[in-house]
C-alpha cells in the first residue's frame, strides 16, 4: 500500500463487505466524510463493492444510512459486486470480514494483488479483533457498532495514508 500521493495519480481505496448495502457503504461514506473534512478530495477516490449479488443496484440500508446521517455522513453508494478487475484498478481493498477477504482473494487466482488486500480492522484500536460484524439480521445497535468500529479505523486509516501525499497540501 505504499507509495506517493499525488493528484495526478490519486489513491484509489475499495471498501468491501458481502451485500454492498450496510458495512461497505458505511466505509466508503466515512472515509470520504473524513477525506472532505481534511481537504484532500484531489488525492483519493472512494468506492465500495459486495462479493455478493444479492443486492445490485440498491442504495444503502435505511439503518445504515440513518446512524450515518446523526453524525453528518451521507451514504451515496449503490451497490455492485466486487470483481477480478477492481483488483487491477484499486490501490487498496478493505474486507468487512475474513469471509469477504477469502471471497476476494478466490478472484486473485495467481496471487498477484495479495499486498494490496487487507482487513478493514487492521487499521482499528484492536487489530486483534478482525470482522466488522455484519449488522444485517439485527437491530440498530449492531448499525450503531458498525459505525464506530469503522469511524476509529478510518482515521486511523486516512492518518497513515496521509503522510503519502507528496508536496503542499
Ligand atoms: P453487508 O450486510 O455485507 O454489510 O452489506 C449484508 C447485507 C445483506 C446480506 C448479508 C449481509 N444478505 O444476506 O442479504
Not at 440500508?61 to 453508494?77: C, I, M
Not at 445497535?141 to 508536496?167: A, K, Y
Request: proline share 5%; hydrophobic share 35%; glycine share 8%.
Amino acid at each position: 500500500m505504499k507509495r506517493t500521493i499525488t493528484k495526478e495519480n490519486p489513491y484509489k481505496i475499495c471498501f468491501v463487505c458481502l451485500g454492498n448495502i450496510c458495512r461497505s457503504p458505511t466505509a466508503e461514506g466515512i472515509f470520504q466524510h473524513l477525506v472532505n473534512k481534511r481537504g484532500l478530495q484531489p488525492y483519493f477516490f472512494v468506492d465500495s463493492a459486495g462479493t455478493s449479488a444479492y443486492h445490485i443496484g440498491e442504495p444503502a440500508n435505511s439503518k445504515s444510512q440513518w446512524v450515518a446521517n446523526q453524525q453528518g455522513v451521507k451514504l451515496h453508494s449503490k451497490a455492485r459486486r466486487f470483481n477480478a478487475a477492481d483488483l487491477e484498478e484499486f490501490d487498496l481493498i478493505l474486507a468487512m470480514d475474513s469471509e469477504n477477504y477469502t471471497n476476494i482473494k478466490r478472484l486473485d487466482r495467481d496471487g498477484l494483488f495479495t499486498e494490496k488486500i487487507k482487513m478493514m480492522r487492521e487499521f482499528g484500536p484492536q487489530p486483534d479483533e478482525m470482522d466488522v460484524p455484519d449488522p444485517y439480521y439485527g437491530g440498530m445497535d449492531g448499525f450503531q457498532n458498525v459505525f464506530d468500529v469503522l469511524m476509529r479505523s478510518s482515521v486511523n486509516l486516512l492518518d497513515e495514508l496521509e503522510g503519502m501525499i507528496e508536496g503542499e497540501v
